[in-house]
């Protein structure tokens, strides 16, 4: 049984970057994608913790690097063994867990993640620019006079229909019954 994780273990280069939470979310994806050649129906998590990545009633929860692995790339590895064991188990139920074909699905999917360059950072988004606290307090200012002058508008519209109930009022009033 070792023998084929031997070979799926030597796929991994020795310097594996840490895998961050969205690039575990898109990494899990497409490695789903790859290996069911469908979308996975539900929706996806991330989460943290001593949590595995596997989907519990319609969600499929991925942790980019449980707390009790400690080894170097130990989010990808972990990543790509538990999205294998799940995609090994659908496409064959009846074979046990760690059969010897699961060792070629995780190396397929390994082959995919180095193939297609995830680990050099294809799936890193650009981090958005945090706005600094002088823009955050003109923004506000510019709301606070949008909202003056929304309510200065609805202010002199409260007037104009004074104005005419008054005048209404008046009228009827001048009137006899």
């Given at each position: 049984?070792t023998?084929?994780?031997h070979?799926v273990?030597?796929?991994w280069?020795?310097n594996?970057?840490?895998?961050t939470?969205?690039?575990?979310?898109?990494?899990?994806?497409?490695?789903?994608?790859?290996?069911?050649?469908?979308?996975?129906?539900g929706?996806?998590?991330?989460?943290?913790?001593?949590?595995?990545?596997w989907?519990?009633?319609g969600?499929f929860?991925v942790?980019?690097?449980?707390?009790n692995?400690?080894?170097a790339?130990?989010?990808?590895?972990?990543?790509?063994?538990m999205?294998?064991?799940y995609?090994?188990?659908?496409?064959?139920?009846?074979?046990?867990?760690?059969?010897?074909r699961?060792a070629?699905l995780?190396?397929?999917?390994?082959?995919f993640?180095?193939k297609?360059g995830?680990?050099e950072g294809?799936?890193?988004?650009p981090?958005?620019?945090?706005?600094?606290?002088?823009?955050v307090?003109?923004?506000?200012?510019?709301?606070?006079?949008?909202?003056?002058?929304?309510?200065?508008?609805?202010l002199?519209?409260?007037?104009?229909?004074l104005r005419?109930?008054a005048?209404?009022?008046?009228?009827?009033?001048?009137?006899?019954?």
């Open positions: 049984m023998e084929p994780y070979a273990n030597a796929q280069p020795e594996i970057p840490v895998l939470g969205p690039e575990a979310l898109s990494a899990a994806k497409r490695l789903y994608r790859f290996a069911m050649k469908r979308k996975w129906r929706t996806w998590k991330l989460t943290s913790g001593r949590r595995y990545t989907p519990r009633r969600v929860y942790n980019p690097g449980r707390e692995r400690s080894d790339g130990a989010g990808w590895r972990d990543l790509v063994h999205m294998s064991h995609c090994f188990r659908q496409l064959h139920p009846g074979l046990r867990p760690h059969d010897s699961h070629y995780e190396r397929d999917m390994v082959e993640v180095i297609s995830f680990l294809k799936l890193r988004r981090e958005k620019a945090k706005p600094t606290a002088s823009e307090h003109a923004e506000r200012l510019a709301g606070l006079e949008i909202r003056a002058k929304r309510w200065t508008a609805k002199r519209r409260a007037e104009t229909a005419k109930i005048r209404q009022r008046a009228r009827l009033s001048r009137q006899k019954p």
